[in-house]
């Protein structure tokens, strides 16, 4: 399978890929697997993927677990080495695209004190939840990329 189609099956073509790379075959190995494994997971457990009831929680602590992507991913993908290149490729751009541009804008208002605003937590929390339903696709990747049953939307949430 080519990665566009692959991509495609989980409606993700709204990332900005490389035509050259989108036609090449998507061909996960043994170190792909159990780096997909890892991160699907720690997605899984987290706000990353989790619904926050309005009265539950802070977006502070959201906003830190949203980051700490970051270092796992870069974990994971040391520790499997370079043995878990497909992988590699579709966890960078998810961090670039998806994730970083998020993080840097929250991060910049969090320390402008934006946090302590009900309306700018109002906008936190919507544009939340719109990088969740875009994760929980990511997720729903990886527990395929990993060869698992995907436990993604096992729940009800709001």
């Known amino acids: 399978m080519k990665w566009k189609k692959w991509l495609e099956n989980w409606d993700m073509t709204s990332l900005k890929i490389n035509l050259k790379f989108l036609e090449m075959e998507w061909t996960p190995k043994e170190a792909d697997k159990n780096a997909a494994w890892e991160l699907y997971i720690e997605m899984l457990t987290r706000i990353s993927t989790q619904y926050l009831e309005p009265e539950h929680g802070d977006e502070e602590t959201a906003l830190q677990s949203i980051f700490s992507l970051f270092d796992l991913t870069r974990n994971i993908i040391k520790s499997h080495g370079r043995g ?49 339903k875009e994760l929980r696709k990511y997720t729903k990747m990886l527990a395929d990329m990993a060869g698992v049953e995907d436990l993604t939307s096992l729940e009800m949430n709001g």
């Open 84 to 132: 878990c290149m497909e992988f590699s490729k579709i966890a960078v751009i998810v961090l670039n695209q998806k994730i970083r541009p998020f993080t840097a804008k929250w991060h910049k208002e969090s320390i402008a004190g934006v946090f302590h605003d009900k309306e700018k937590c109002k906008i936190f929390r919507q544009e939340l939840g719109e990088l969740q």
